[in-house]
């Protein structure tokens, strides 16, 4: 029995048991791949597909937990990597973050500033995406690390660590209704509010609160980016609802910022790594900066 008889294993069933594009991942020819999972079966005694005629129809469920078990082989090899590179130097390297636009540009950055002055020649990778990519990517070992609000904390695969607590606000031109008076969700629903797109940011919490109180609301516009939001909202789109962090004055100029802590719960961002993980230092060095980033953050929200 071979690793990469095993690898190929996983490619086929990660492929959808297409063995001409598994054979192009490995950069093998397809009756090799073929020849090798035939092989495999002969050691194993048992077959590791259904089969019709020559057709592939689905994977045993010898194959799924052969997969399974692949996995946990090559996150071995990928620890062993990680230790032997903390044990040559520990301050050289590279760490893949998997985040969403709205942490990468307002939450990261101080972050990463401290990082890249304690370990200068690392390399930072940022992987975008939505939070169920996220976590993907950290199960398909794209990344080490996950910064996002939805879905990490519902993995059991994962190990999580509180990072830091926000809330949703307001944003509106300077001359429109809602730039003052009492605010209300009422008087919130009575004009087309944009926001993010659902999966995306507390985008959940939202509708809930107002469907909570009876409300409906027109939310025909979404984005997955903050600065969208804010954009339009300055063309007259409508009211926008964004993360409280997301708002910069120096670049929201036009709109006026209004809290709406009392009205939606507090949303949490995480990170999220895989448990079988081993964590170079610098990674762990990297995760205590944003959780205490995340702590002075915080006490800046809550005098």
Known sequence: MKLFQLQLLKTVLNNGLNISRA??????????????????????????????????LDA???????????DLIEQAIENIRALADDHRDGR????????????????????????????????????????????????????????CTEEIAEDEALITHHCYDWNHALIVPEDHPLAEGELSLKRIAEYPILTYVLGFTGRSKIEQAFADLKLS?????????????KSYVKLGFGVGIIAKIAFVPEESRGLILRDLSEFFPESVTRIAYMKNKHLK??????????????????????P
């Open 92 to 147: 050289q390297g590279e760490i893949r973050i998997a985040t969403t636009h709205m942490q990468a540009k307002y939450f990261l950055p101080v972050v990463l500033n401290e990082f890249r002055q304690r370990y200068p020649q690392v390399k930072v990778n940022f992987l975008q995406g939505n939070p169920h990519q996220l976590v993907q990517m950290l199960h398909d070992r794209q990344a080490d690390i996950a910064v």
């Open 217 to 229: 609301i027109d939310t025909s516009f979404s984005a997955t980016d903050s600065d969208v939001i």
């Open 281 to 302: 230092n610098y990674i762990t060095d990297i995760i205590e900066i944003m959780q205490d980033e995340g702590k002075i953050l915080h006490d800046k929200n809550n």
């Open 23 to 56: 054979a192009q991942q490995h950069f093998v020819v397809q009756s090799a791949v073929s020849r090798q999972l035939s092989l495999l079966e002969e050691e194993l005694g048992l077959p590791l597909f259904e089969r019709k005629g020559k057709r592939l």
């Open 60 to 70: 045993t469920p010898l194959s799924k937990a052969i997969v399974e078990e692949v």
